[in-house]
């Protein structure tokens, strides 16, 4: 047996022999029974521990009002601290899940003389983008995206959908291939092209059943008529982070001739 002993310096001899009786009476203890014993004194802190716990719980009780309060807050808080972290990990911290992402930049307009200091991260409207990409020969390509809330028709009842419209050569840019079909193409980017879309994988299998013959088959987008021409890969996502994914793409087909509002910056 190999005790263990525990020194301490004390001011009074009656404490002294006094720890040194209860430290005897141990090494005995372990001696007869073959395991170390435990000392009252390690209870106190759990014991306090747990009365401030029992005091706690009934005073929740008394106030349900305040408690109720101070839980919706703090789920309201973890909620909303847990959205922008998400959002945040997925565009800033984790690198863009698309081929050659260093090669990647998203462009913003800014209005230094908007009022309370400017702002120096906007939207660019229709014009903007069009005179961007007729003017400037930095980038390889330049493309544009909108998304919005669509009803989408298909086989089933119409259904809520997010639709991401974009330019032709977007998804081109990405350097994404898709399960079945083809992506959305500078052709179809043009007014009075037919309407065409591209579908998530997850749209996929929940409004088409993922039936493999769906390339070329017709649906409904907010009323037109569409047709399916592929189907993303699984867990493609674009634009990145967003809280409700982009479920179909079709394309943009801005009309130079009437480009919109140059200050609609949507």
Same mark, same amino acid.
């Given at each position: ?6 020194? #301490? ?58 408690? =109720? ?8 808080? +973890?909620?909303?601290?847990?959205? +922008? ?19 990647? +930049? ?6 230094? =003389? ?37 009803? /989408? ?31 959305? #193409? ?37 009323? /037109? ?22 479920? +179909? ?18």
């Amino acid at each position: 047996m190999r005790p263990r002993f525990f020194a #301490s310096k004390v001011g009074q001899q009656g404490d002294t022999k006094a720890r040194w009786g209860r430290l005897l009476s141990s090494v005995a203890s372990e001696h007869e029974t073959g395991f170390e014993p435990t000392f009252a004194e390690w209870r106190y802190p759990m014991e306090t521990l747990l009365q401030d716990f029992q005091f706690a719980v009934r005073m929740m009780r008394k106030n349900l009002g305040f408690t =109720t309060a101070a839980v919706l807050c703090l789920m309201l808080g +973890i909620g909303a601290t847990t959205g +922008i972290f998400t959002v945040v990990n997925a565009v800033l911290l984790q690198p863009l899940p698309y081929s050659h992402p260093e090669q990647l +930049i998203r462009v913003y307009t800014e209005f230094p =003389t908007f009022p309370n200091g400017g702002l120096h991260r906007f939207w660019t409207s229709g014009p903007e983008f069009q005179d961007l990409r007729r003017d400037t020969h930095s980038w390889a390509s330049l493309d544009a995206w909108i998304t919005g809330g669509a009803n /989408l028709a298909g086989k089933t009842q119409p259904v809520r959908v997010t639709a991401a419209y974009l330019s032709g050569g977007l998804l081109e840019t990405l350097a994404v291939a898709p399960v079945v079909g083809r992506l959305i #193409s500078q052709t179809d980017d043009v007014p009075g092209a037919q309407v065409v879309a591209d579908i998530s994988y997850g749209t996929w299998q929940s409004i088409f059943a993922g039936d493999p013959s769906v390339v070329g088959r017709e649906a409904y987008l907010d009323g /037109l008529k569409c047709t399916i021409i592929g189907v993303m890969p699984k867990g493609f996502q674009f634009p990145p982070g967003e809280q409700e994914p982009a479920q +179909i793409w079709t394309a943009l087909r801005l009309d130079p001739a009437n480009p919109g509002n140059r200050g609609g910056h949507n």
